[in-house]
């Protein structure tokens, strides 16, 4: 069974599972009618290590970025262990052009609830906090409502379903500091610390929250579980692409005439989601640039976009990554010298500080990319760019720096002429002449 959609008719015909069409899933009572916490019933009945083998047979790969395979990952938390395991729910949701996880806060928070206790309970956790940015005030109400909600109706708190399993879910407020979607800066913010990433090993999973063993998934990965319990991890698996199959929420914005998060299989082309779901771009002009992941992926060319699908691997072999999944397009009159600057001020603006590389390298960037934003940057500013960026990436205790750094690369690689043009056009140069 190959869900992926390849025409018009096929992509209206796709069951959106992770947000139905159905609004109301949000009312405790609605999503029970609808089979509403079946799959943790269902997930009660089986082992732990059965369901954590379930979602390793999946091949459920994570839905914030890294693209881990959620089921090793949930296998690395130790077993038969006297102190408290945590699992921590990542839905800080900071990365500009990124805007999914707060659709299931919206429409379908029961599901990332029910995910939430199923995962519990496989990796014999008691205690699930779930990570929002403070900026998302509507939703965090949303949600807290339906965690309220569930606890009244006996599926959150002590002895779930009439079980000997039993789980506490909280929520948790962030400030506002993107460096705290990074996993282990998370930590922190929950402990009460300043959100600095840890360096590693150890891993979260040996020591984690006040020093026990933690699991972090994203909010779009737990909210798959009970989809994948549900229906089994053959189903599921045949789904979209062989090596990062499942329903995945892509973001599209910038220039295209429709915006908004679309429910889809993995693998479907990139211009088809572009000009079938968003509806393409306005006054049908040209793409001159795509970020397909979110600011931090690297930036691809408007036309080399042909047979570039929005799955890991393809992204992957196109010099890019799926990330989270949160495409912005750029058309034709687009200044890019702009939209690089505005990147690297948000990345210089939101390094923590820690790491020198980062800290340092991101302030030159921005300072350079002024320059040329200004028409006062030398031609030599072209490879002291790339030499900064060279230079932050792989150098710092977390991604951030890799985060500030591949869009800077990848824009100098794709678009050097647009730099060139500023130099040979730079108040500078007419000054020298």
């Not at 990570?131 to 509507?138: A, M, P, S």
């Not at 972090?216 to 189903?235: C, F």
């Amino acid at each position: 069974m190959n869900l992926r959609p390849s025409d018009t008719e096929q992509l209206n015909a796709w069951k959106r599972v992770i947000i139905p069409d159905d609004r109301d899933l949000y009312k405790i009572d609605h999503y029970l009618a609808h089979g509403g916490y079946k799959a943790l019933k269902k997930a009660l009945e089986m082992k732990p290590e059965e369901v954590i083998d379930e979602v390793k047979r999946s091949n459920l790969r994570g839905r914030g970025g890294a693209c881990f395979p959620t089921g090793l990952k949930w296998s690395f938390m130790p077993k038969n262990f006297d102190k408290p395991k945590y699992l921590c729910v990542n839905g800080d949701e900071s990365e500009p052009g990124t805007f999914k996880d707060r659709q299931i806060f919206e429409y379908n928070p029961h599901l990332l609830i029910e995910g939430t206790l199923i995962a519990c309970y496989a990796m014999g956790i008691t205690t699930a906090y779930i990570y929002i940015r403070g900026e998302y005030g509507k939703w965090i109400k949303m949600l807290q409502k339906a965690i309220d909600d569930a606890y009244a109706n006996g599926l959150v708190g002590e002895k779930i379903l009439g079980t000997e399993f039993s789980t506490q879910v909280y929520i948790h407020r962030g400030a506002g500091a993107y460096i705290c979607g990074e996993e282990s800066s998370l930590m922190n913010s929950i402990e009460g610390e300043r959100g600095y990433p840890r360096v590693k090993p150890p891993f979260p999973a040996q020591v984690g929250l006040w020093g026990c063993p933690t699991t972090i998934n994203n909010v779009e990965t737990i909210s798959n579980i009970p989809v994948i319990i549900s229906y089994g991890w053959e189903w599921y698996s045949k789904i979209g692409t062989a090596k990062h199959p499942g329903p995945i929420l892509v973001g599209v914005s910038g220039h295209v005439n429709n915006p908004g998060v679309f429910e889809m299989p993995t693998g479907e082309p990139l211009l088809e989601i572009i000009y079938k779901r968003a509806g393409g771009v306005p006054g049908d002009k040209g793409i001159k640039a795509v970020i397909p992941g979110g600011s931090s992926t690297m930036i691809l060319r408007g036309d080399q976009l042909e047979g570039i699908r929005m799955d890991a691997e393809s992204l992957k072999t196109a010099g890019s990554s799926v990330g989270t999944a949160g495409i912005i397009v750029m058309d034709e009159d687009t200044d890019l010298i702009q939209v690089i600057t505005r990147i690297a001020e948000f990345y210089y603006r939101e390094s923590c500080g820690q790491c020198t590389p980062c800290r340092e390298g991101t302030d030159w960037m921005f300072k350079i990319l002024k320059r040329f934003q200004r028409y006062e940057a030398k031609k030599e500013d072209i490879d002291l760019l790339l030499d900064v960026a060279n230079n932050i990436e792989g150098n710092t205790i977390c991604a951030l720096g890799d985060a500030a750094a591949w869009p800077v690369q990848s824009m100098i690689r794709n678009f050097r002429d647009e730099f060139e043009q500023r130099v040979q056009t730079s108040r500078f140069q007419e000054i020298v002449l």
